[in-house]
């Protein structure tokens, strides 16, 4: 099938035909095993972070100004010293290899050809060094922090071989909140073959033959990198037993010194935590509650974000993530404040549906979004927009007792 801007024309195949992020899910739905599509499309717990991250982004209103010259827009500007085609980059995402064949070097491409910062996850199918060699711009790398600190020490010496300029330490997830969907689809990379896997995969064969194919189908980061790592079905209980519930701020210091590069935390969603990132370094710090993966019962990123940037004063670069399907929501985050957006399901869906193609095609969408709400909104330079483009309901941020 292909994806086009425009109506199908009278006789050619039928043609999905891709006007926003929304549109790709049924493609996605269809395209890729259950328990895959399940694993991004949910939250955890009662998911109410997973629906109020996109609910809370639609109370904010974006002011239409009119009369104001729109001509020689552009939506370029730089994110931690990096120029981008707009502010938005594309969030570490565990298992995309599973989405698609070579998932993560599908999408690292389709980054790089649209300008914008790839971020692979300690969790991917397809290795740092897989996505180094398939790609020249540099990439961020992003690590969980592991028991293991040789294993740690060589994962960060491997990014750093792979010339990753930045990288991404996500401090939400010590430990994994859970998601029901995964425990009942009993999730692993690659499924195991049971009844139920089998035949679900046979009503996907496209995603099966392309897999039939794929460089790698489990986790190559850790598998034959790590002791005890060496067993695919054991992977998921490894990763489990490995992730460090010991990490504190002097453990985040200690890795950003052993890094020696630009840091980037990801998982800030407090005023306090924000002032103890600035004290430890952080060169940019990520507004984000996992896409409501972690802490159920958290509120929203858009909610916090102000409060974030009250207490951060302009010491170092706030971000956000989590909820984002659109360029508007990319706009308001910028007139928020944030100097980055990061989508991860508003990509994944372009992945599973379609490939390397269908995450150009989420980027195409959501710039186009972004320019044309801009111009709407008065402004022709992204690096312009402010707080006045946005109409914010009193109270939004709300009054909640600490
Ligand atoms: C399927 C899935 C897997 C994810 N895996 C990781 C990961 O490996 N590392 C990480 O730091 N964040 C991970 N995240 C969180 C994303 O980086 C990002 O914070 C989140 O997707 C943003 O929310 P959004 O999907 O609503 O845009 C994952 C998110 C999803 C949906």
Not at 144 to 167: N, V, W
Not at 338 to 349: E, L, N
Request: hydrophobic fraction near 40%; charge should be neutral.
């Amino acid at each position: 099938m292909r994806w086009t801007g425009h109506r199908p024309i009278r006789g050619t195949p039928p043609v999905t035909v891709i006007t926003c992020i929304d549109d790709f899910k049924p493609l996605y739905r269809r395209r890729v095993p259950r328990m895959f599509y399940d694993y991004a499309e949910s939250g955890s717990w009662t998911e109410q972070t997973f629906r109020e991250n996109t609910t809370d982004f639609a109370r904010i209103r974006l002011r239409q100004r009119v009369a104001r010259d729109m001509s020689g827009r552009t939506t370029a500007t730089e994110m931690i010293g990096r120029p981008v085609a707009m502010p938005v980059a594309l969030a570490p995402v565990g298992l995309l290899g599973m989405q698609h064949a070579d998932g993560e070097v599908a999408a690292a491409r389709a980054a790089e050809a649209f300008g914008v910062p790839f971020t692979l996850s300690t969790m991917s199918i397809g290795s740092i060094e897989d996505v180094a060699e398939a790609t020249t711009a540099p990439f961020w790398f992003q690590l969980y922090t592991m028991k293991d600190e040789g294993f740690l020490a060589a994962l960060i010496r491997r990014a750093k071989d792979a010339r990753c300029s930045a990288l991404v330490i996500t401090l939400d997830l010590q430990i994994v909140g859970q998601r029901h969907k995964d425990i009942r689809n009993g999730l692993s990379a690659p499924p195991k073959p049971t009844p139920r896997n089998i035949v679900d995969i046979a009503t996907r064969w496209r995603w099966g033959a392309g897999m039939l194919g794929a460089k790698r189908r489990t986790l190559g980061n850790i598998v034959g990198h790590a002791p005890g790592a060496d067993d695919p079905a054991r992977m998921h209980e490894w990763v489990a037993e490995q992730f460090d519930t010991t990490l504190d701020w002097d453990k985040v210091a200690r890795i950003r010194e052993m890094w020696g590069g630009k840091v980037i935390l990801k998982g800030i969603l407090d005023a306090d935590d924000a002032r103890r990132a600035v004290e430890v370094g952080a060169d940019a710090i990520v507004v984000s509650n996992h896409g409501g993966r972690q802490l159920d019962g958290a509120l929203s990123t858009i909610r916090m974000l102000g409060p974030v940037l009250d207490a951060v004063g302009g010491a170092t670069e706030v971000h956000v993530d989590s909820g984002i399907r659109s360029g508007q929501d990319v706009l308001k985050a910028v007139a928020m404040g944030a100097t980055g957006a990061w989508i991860g399901r508003a990509f994944v869906y372009g992945l599973g549906a379609m490939g390397g193609p269908g995450v150009t095609r989420a980027l195409e969408v959501i710039h186009k979004e972004l320019d044309t709400s801009m111009a709407l909104c008065g402004y022709r330079d992204i690096r312009d927009v402010g707080r006045e483009a946005l109409l914010v309901p009193e109270g939004f941020s709300g009054r909640w007792e600490g």
